[in-house]
């Protein structure tokens, strides 16, 4: 978050929870509503308390518009997940996450034993790629070896297809299949 962004979130959390104690305070019988209007009133009378407060409330205006539609930080990190650009000297080569995922999922159905094979891929600030490939496995596979295999040949079709490193594959087993037997009359 930019600090931009912290101060706008700052000072809008202020002014909510300002006005949710002065409604706290009038639903509960402390404080008055009429002595609130009396004395904003009483501000609204003087000149200089009403140049201050508007030019207030120009600054809150314009940081709230900033902060609705004007979000930088969310688009950077949106579009350093979307792709990774690899450059080189001959130009430079823009890789999506979907080619990452789609070999990913390529890799794992390959595989005699996993079904319903699904990846999500999550780039960091940093470029640091990791897989999450959700599956389902065949009740006689060996669920530990089956899944260390497949973190170890999704990192190397990564590094082979794309020369890019994968830093971790989190492989989540959802359920066991039972394979369904075909009669044979």
Known sequence: MKVLDKIGLAV????????????????????DIYE?????NNV?????WVNILFGVQLVLILLAIKCIFFNSSARERSKN???????????????????????????????EGI????????VDDETNIRIIVNMQVLEEVKITEITNRLQSNIKDSVKKSLNLEVKEVIVKVKDIAVKKKVDVE
């Open 12 to 31: 809008f959390s202020t002014i909510v929870l300002i006005i949710s104690l002065i409604l706290c305070a009038v639903i509960i019988g402390v404080s």
């Open 36 to 40: 609130i209007a009396v004395g904003i």
């Open 44 to 48: 609204l009378d003087n000149t200089l």
């Open 81 to 111: 997940r979307a792709a990774i650009t690899l450059e080189n000297n001959e130009g430079k080569l823009v890789v999506s996450r979907d080619v990452i995922e789609n070999l990913a999922s390529l890799v794992a159905k390959s595989y």
């Open 115 to 122: 079904e319903n094979v699904s990846t999500k891929v999550e």
